[in-house]
């Protein structure tokens, strides 16, 4: 695998080692965070915290993927994620995703400045395919997802979780070599938490180094999300250690991005992994 991710203004993201996605959620609904950040100067606060606290890539959504989440409508989406995007891009070069599944979002999130383009339903909505086809330096995240997020966790069943998955992540690769999207652009996501049980999101994170057979980065999920919290008997607010854990796991079975709420705990950790790994004392 490429270990450079180029981007647009002819930056590069290096994923020779893990780096970290920190959330900043502009909704008013989101499972964790939600309310905390929808005022563009708050959102841009934040984003330079997590900045400052380690993280590589701000990853900003306007609409809940939580399950049982309610639709939102594509004016409210803008209105919550462009202001959020051009402060940031005013103040900071970082790398910023958009993460959204609305075409019209992802071409205006692009424009006002977003190199990432993160998509739980992996470009299959009305024209997302075309709308990144026009951009060739903005990588996407392919995330596989059974069903819609509604309903995703109403009993999701698989005939085979991982060979079910790949051929998923097969046929999304083939359709955005189809639409002119580059493999080089291209990044994998095993969607921790969207249409899986509990069982299933383990299955994924022991044996995550799997999806390495694609050749293409790979963004592990799952801070803070039930997984851990059903695991452990945590409520939201007291799943730090299971995420941490969560995001150790992931790094040594192959994850190239960690996307996290806990950007500074999560740095300490990949730092000690780094360590562990150079020899350094």
Request: some cysteine; charged content about 20%.
């Amino acid at each position: 695998m490429n270990n450079l991710l180029n981007l647009p203004r002819k930056r590069t993201l290096s994923l020779a080692n893990p780096v970290i996605m920190g959330i900043l959620n502009v909704t008013p609904d989101s499972f964790s965070d939600g309310g905390k950040f929808i005022d563009p100067d708050i959102a841009l606060q934040r984003a330079l915290q997590l900045l400052d606290d380690g993280a590589q890539i701000i990853d900003i959504g306007g609409e809940s993927t939580r399950p049982g989440a309610p639709d939102v409508s594509l004016e409210d989406e803008l209105a919550r994620v462009i202001p959020a995007i051009k402060a940031i891009r005013e103040n900071s070069d970082c790398v910023i995703s958009i993460d959204t599944s609305k075409a019209q979002v992802m071409h205006q999130a692009i424009l006002a400045g977003a190199d990432i383009v993160n998509d739980v339903r992996a470009l299959q909505e009305s024209d997302a395919l075309n709308v990144v086809a026009q951009f060739p330096d903005v990588a996407v995240c392919l995330m596989h997802m059974q069903g819609q997020p509604r309903s995703m966790q109403a009993a999701p069943h698989y005939d085979d979780l991982f060979t079910d998955i790949k051929q998923f992540f097969s046929q999304r690769i083939a359709a955005c070599k189809t639409a002119g999207i580059k493999q080089t652009q291209l990044i994998l996501d095993p969607g921790f938490g969207f249409g899986k049980t509990l069982s299933h999101n383990y299955q994924l994170l022991a044996q995550f180094n799997d999806f390495t057979q694609f050749g293409l980065p790979l963004l592990a999920g799952l801070s803070r999300k039930s997984m851990i919290g059903n695991l452990l008997n945590r409520n939201t607010n007291e799943r730090l250690a299971g995420s941490l854990a969560g995001a150790l796991i992931a790094a040594q079975n192959g994850a190239h991005i960690i996307r996290v709420h806990d950007v500074k705990e999560t740095a300490d950790v990949l730092n000690v992994l780094q360590a562990c790994k150079q020899g350094v004392l």
